[in-house]
């Protein structure tokens, strides 16, 4: 006994290594002279008026400012490292943790190329005065010379050898972006998986995150952990709560506290909006336009897009669309076949939609940004799923056990034109 305790504690302690090397430390802002390692490149250089700096702060942060103009065909401020390699292999992802004013940046990695202005270049979204962790895959980096894409130039991650975070979003004016770390991670090699501590009365209806913490929704409680599943607050909520999303520090949920999928309707379809930092309820928001039942939410361009249950023999799904005050807008139709009581969960990543259906089997619907089908393939995400940085999709997955309550999980997906989504190949061949 004392040796297989001896053992699995050996175990645990090797997984935990393992998880704590995949990311390996690239640039940070302790040390007293890391500002000799940077340095700033603005459109000056091309005549522009932009102005671009950055300070190494007292919190050893590295801060990137200045204002952007457009004036004399200018528009772009970055900084940069100097020249020096990076020791990047092929499957690795840049991780970066950075506090933003809400404007798109792009991360560049140089090589050695006689061509001007090129670098590789992979963009992404910041959330005003937040931090967030930014995970680029290498991958994901496409060729470009002053910004214009390069065909038939795909990186060779041994090569790289400086990297630099670039604003040419075409808006002028002042920004601001805060940045503590940037690492090297493993994209594919160790597929991220994470259980839901605890147990609830109700099964699982959907999950949603910011890249700090999870939230869960299991129909009468709604759960907060942190990226690793420890649990840090949960509320008790009224039956029904389905689906959610997560939107500039509030959390989304359909809600219906009527029947759902009778043909003659009987739902009574919400939105109940809640602090994500706390779990307390802000407001409500009427969605009866939503007839059988509202069930699923996700949030596209200042829009809000709630779907639900359907009684047998439609042959299509519907997505209501509502304003950010929550007044209805349109509803639109996805020529989706026959799902098993409509649609459950929502989400709009990588400029896609995916939406997780009942039946036996399973069904994910994929659209277009206009609801036009991409495909229909027989996976399982009913029980929620969302997008993450990357280019990957968090799935989650639940069960129930009589007498012992309802327990969630989620793990990491890539989106895939041929099999809807992928796990990593090593837990694929390990199932």
């Not at 190494?56 to 004036?71: A, R, Y």
């Not at 029904?240 to 309707?265: I, M, R, S, T, W």
């Amino acid at each position: 006994m004392i040796l297989r305790v001896m053992f699995a504690l050996f175990c645990f302690a090797a997984t935990t290594l393992r998880a704590e090397e995949v990311n390996r430390m690239l640039f940070d802002f302790d040390a007293d002279d890391a500002v000799k390692t940077w340095q700033t490149v603005n459109d000056g250089v091309m005549g522009g008026r932009s102005v671009g700096q950055f300070k190494i702060t007292e919190d050893n942060t590295m801060q990137f400012f200045g204002t952007l103009s457009l004036e004399n065909n200018g528009g772009f401020a970055s900084v940069r490292t100097r020249a020096t390699n990076l020791n990047l292999t092929e499957g690795e992802e840049l991780i970066l943790r950075v506090r933003g004013d809400g404007r798109r940046y792009s991360m560049n990695l140089y090589v050695p190329r006689r061509r001007v202005a090129f670098s590789y270049r992979a963009s992404f979204e910041t959330k005003k005065d937040e931090w967030t962790e930014i995970r680029l895959p290498l991958d994901d980096f496409v060729a470009t010379s002053f910004g214009r894409v390069v065909k038939n130039q795909k990186l060779d991650p041994t090569e790289v050898n400086g990297l630099g975070i670039l604003l040419g979003d075409k808006k002028a004016g002042p920004f601001k972006l805060g940045v503590e770390w940037v690492k090297v991670g493993n994209a594919r090699g160790d597929t991220f998986k994470v259980q839901c501590e605890g147990t609830y009365q109700r099964h699982l209806q959907g999950i949603c995150n910011d890249e700090e913490a999870i939230y869960w929704s299991f129909t009468t409680t709604l759960v907060k952990t942190d990226m690793k599943g420890k649990f840090l607050k949960k509320v008790s909520v009224a039956n029904h709560h389905g689906d959610l999303c997560f939107h500039e520090g509030k959390l989304y949920v359909a809600v219906n506290l009527g029947k759902f999928n009778a043909p003659k309707g009987n739902a009574d379809s919400w939105v109940y909006v809640y602090d994500a930092a706390t779990l307390q309820e802000l407001t409500r928001h009427e969605t009866q336009e939503v007839f059988h039942g509202a069930g699923g939410i996700g949030y596209r361009d200042e829009q809000f897009f709630v779907v639900g249950g359907l009684p047998d023999g439609v042959a299509e799904n519907y997505v209501y669309e509502y304003d950010s005050d929550f007044k209805f807008v349109k509803k639109h139709v996805i020529k989706s076949g026959h799902t098993h009581l409509g649609i459950q969960t929502a989400t709009f990543a990588h400029d896609r939609w995916w939406f997780g259906c009942y039946g036996d089997p399973t069904v994910l619907l994929v659209t277009d940004p206009k609801f036009q089908m991409k495909g229909r393939y027989a996976l399982d995400c009913s029980l929620g799923i969302v997008g993450m940085s990357g280019n990957r999709l968090l799935v989650g997955s639940g069960r129930c056990e009589k007498d012992k309550g309802c327990t969630g999980g989620g793990k990491i997906a890539f989106p895939d034109e041929q099999a809807g989504y992928k796990f990593d190949q090593k837990e694929k061949e390990t199932q």
